[in-house]
């Protein structure tokens, strides 16, 4: 019952959102459980999909520095996206367009790994760990994190970016405040 009212959510909302774009392509896959829309929005490329207890928005373009990225998540009662497991973090990595580097919600502030979610996941609990290795980018104030995925390699980086580089970037928002 939940999973069709997410669906047909899922569908009105990206119809709503898409009415300025004569391009829209929704795709549900029962055997995943996830609803999938592409649609271009006064210039926005976005991607809408719906795992399990989380709504996703993939921003493609325009790309944003990490904070105008986090505001734009906001405007939708969104945050940039936060992985709690390393299984939520391969179910949205399957999703996500290969070859893109795109913020997620963590920056270095207070030199402590602080990630931005209202409903916060203690860093220490998470099945993988955030280092301050060198061949992923040096660890500092002005330093945002962000997701790498490359599917032909399975292989999921996060690195340490420039704040005010612009990049793609994922907005999550819970599915009970939807």
Not at 9 to 16: G, K, T, V
Not at 24 to 44: A, K, M
Not at 87 to 112: R, S, T
Not at 150 to 177: G, V, Y
Request: aromatic share 12%; glycine share 2%; charged share 20%.
């Amino acid at each position: 019952m939940l999973r069709t009212f997410l669906l047909i959510f899922n569908i009105f909302i990206a119809s709503l959102m898409c009415n300025h774009s004569s391009n829209i392509h929704v795709q549900h896959s029962e055997q995943q459980n996830v609803t999938t829309t592409d649609c271009l929005i006064d210039n926005h490329d976005l991607l809408n999909f719906t795992l399990t207890n989380f709504s996703y928005t993939f921003y493609g373009k325009p790309t944003m520095q990490f904070s105008d990225a986090e505001q734009e998540c906001e405007k939708s009662n969104k945050n940039l996206f936060v992985p709690s497991t390393f299984d939520e973090l391969h179910a949205v990595a399957a999703l996500i367009p290969e070859g893109e580097c795109f913020w997620i919600g963590m920056k270095y502030i207070n030199k402590n790994f602080t990630w931005l979610r209202d409903w916060g996941v203690n860093i220490a609990e998470l099945p993988f760990e955030i280092s301050d290795d060198e061949s992923y980018g040096h660890v500092n104030e002005e330093n945002c994190l962000s997701c790498h995925i490359e599917k032909d390699k399975m292989m999921i980086e996060l690195h340490w970016n420039n704040c005010s580089s612009e990049r793609p970037f994922l907005c999550q928002q819970e599915a009970s405040t939807l």
